[in-house]
């Protein structure tokens, strides 16, 4: 794999102000983190961080932090993005060192339709997605595949049951089930269930909290003499 390099600033000014002038610039915040080291602010570019996310190795991708000419190898620790656009906000990097094991998430891939689906009539159920491994940040596996092809109705495949790499030490529980193959029954009671939950939930008005200015005491009288006014009067019967 070539070697990944990303430049990087150092920030002396933190703050709401200082990150909307570095976006406005084409970059983000970040911070460098490392053991028994001060943080260091830094700034970004997040179309590199993207490429590096959207990688076959994604966030546990190795490569160059570029800092003042010199450089350091890292890896991401934590991002953050914007939940509506979907563009990076945040990226803070972990310095590691190439002789030291650091412990790191690992995707599972799921492959093969399994027999309790195709002759029994079950239906697949991926429970865990991630595990926990220990190794050096040179051994980290880019995903740990599953082959469910033989799993029956009613079985599954646990931690225990993963195969990984020999410089790879799982951290998960061994009996954390990975995937399980269940009856369509159990299934549908569950979904007959969620719509009633659903419709209590919907039931219950959301809180919404304005985040405009609070109404002043001339405001709150106009509101209150705005809903008399609109009040029809009271009838009389006439006697």
Do not use: W
């Not at 602010?41 to 490429?51: F, G, H, R």
């Not at 195969?163 to 569950?190: F, G, N």
């Amino acid at each position: 794999m070539a070697e990944i390099v990303v430049a990087a600033e150092n920030r002396t000014e933190t703050g709401k102000n200082e990150n909307r002038r570095l976006r406005t610039k084409g970059l983000i915040p970040g911070v460098l983190y490392g053991a028994k080291k001060k943080p260091v602010p830094l700034a970004v570019s997040p179309k590199e961080i993207t490429t590096i996310l959207r990688s076959k190795t994604g966030e546990n991708t190795l490569f160059d932090l570029e800092i003042g000419g010199s450089r350091r190898k890292v890896i991401l620790k934590e991002f953050q993005v914007n939940p509506i656009k979907g563009n990076l906000l945040h990226a803070d990097f972990y310095e590691v060192a190439l002789d030291k094991p650091i412990e790191v998430s690992v995707h599972i891939e799921v492959v093969g339709i399994p027999t309790g689906v195709k002759v029994e009539g079950g239906l697949l159920d991926h429970v865990t997605r991630e595990v926990e491994v220990s190794c050096l940040p040179a051994d980290i596996p880019e995903k740990i595949t599953v082959d469910v092809s033989e799993l029956a109705l009613g079985a599954a495949i646990r931690v225990s049951d993963l195969k990984v790499p020999d410089k790879v030490t799982m951290l998960s529980d061994p009996d954390l089930v990975i995937v399980h193959v269940v009856a369509p029954r159990a299934e549908e009671a569950a979904a007959t269930v969620a719509p009633a939950e659903g419709e209590a939930a919907a039931g219950a008005e959301p809180e919404v909290i304005k985040k405009g200015k609070p109404a002043e005491e001339g405001d709150t009288k106009a509101a209150a003499g705005g809903a008399d006014k609109d009040k029809k009067p009271e009838k009389k019967d006439k006697k």
